[in-house]
């Protein structure tokens, strides 16, 4: 009897309850599905650079084949330690301060479960990556959601003020910032700084588009502000710099103490991250600088061709400042929301997008934003324009 009652739960534990199947999967099936042009998820359409994919190629070959250390391979932390130091001006101990994960998605999971005790509170600025509300759930933690503001996407700063309380042990902070492509100043990043000080808040910056900030803007690492080399680690991942999402070769960079927590339940999650592609991607994020500025000169083609189109079939746009997302404005049109605009745009327009409205804890908040990812071959986007404009005319 007591068996059976127990087959009749949900097997998924509690705090995962409310959170469902990812938008991303769920558009990207039924894009899959319909055969439309997918613009929902945020992955190329094309293959990163040949010679990275072969030197991980060669490496499998040779091997060995084996469980690496956990920390990382050397030669990838001594990359990733370089990268700091070329772009930032920030110095890094490779050994102590640089832990490879399974990309940035693991990296967070980490530094969450490594810190956070349960009925500690972490804050979340709105609009907010899908994948944080669920990773402070499984932490045990409260998340406390503070709205970006309108216009602009600016820092509210007497909100985020009110926000911070003696419980809060940690604060994320995507820049440039997924979806809305915003990118974070320096004096808003200091004046988050200044608060965690005096909270004592580790700040968690995911910096994944860290080398996608467009029209001469520069990007801000958390590690260039003073006030958070002790509190602050810094995630990246090499996902979306070397269009190679399936890879999953993330990083977290931080001091020494906090570098422990990370590496401690980094450990008993993955244990380690495949060595092969670890080594091709040392390879990769040491590539001379063409190789940076050719990928952000072709991004921001990208983004003029699909922004100045949409912008001429009569959307207010929203251009981004960084990432490769732009978003559009749909409250004039008819639609229930933004679920609904998208589903009816894969499925009888043949192009997929993603409803912004879960990015925000109150999903009426971003009910109206709708956002295209422009990461694919021209080819893809011309052929997705093509049949937007037709649609809209
Ligand atoms: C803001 C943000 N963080 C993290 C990730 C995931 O990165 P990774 O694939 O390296 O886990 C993504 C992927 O889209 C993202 O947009």
Redesign the pocket.
Known sequence: MKEKKAINQPAVRKALRPFGTTI?TEMTVLSNRVGAINLS???PDFEGPEEIRRAAADAIMRGPNQYCPSMGITPLRKAVAGKMKRFYGVSVDADAEVTVT???????GAALLGLVEPGDEVILLEPT?D?YPPMVAMAGATAVYVPLQLPGFSLPREGLQKAFTPRTKAIII?NP??PTGKVFTKEELAFIAELCGRFHTIAIG?E??EHLVYDGRKHTTLLQIPAFKERAIV?S????TFSM?GW???YAVACRRLTEAVRMSHQFITFCTPSALQEAMAQAISMEDAYYQGFLERYTAKRDLLCRALGDMGFDVLWPEG?YYTAVDIADLEFDDDLAFCRHLTSEVGVAAIPTSFFWHQRRDGRNLVRFCFCKRDKTLEMAVERLAKWRS
């Open positions: 991303f998820q945020g992955f399974a990309g940035a998605s693991e990296a967070i990556y994948l995507n910032l997924n995911d994944v588009y995630i991942s090499t996902a979306k999402t999953k070769v993330g990432t």
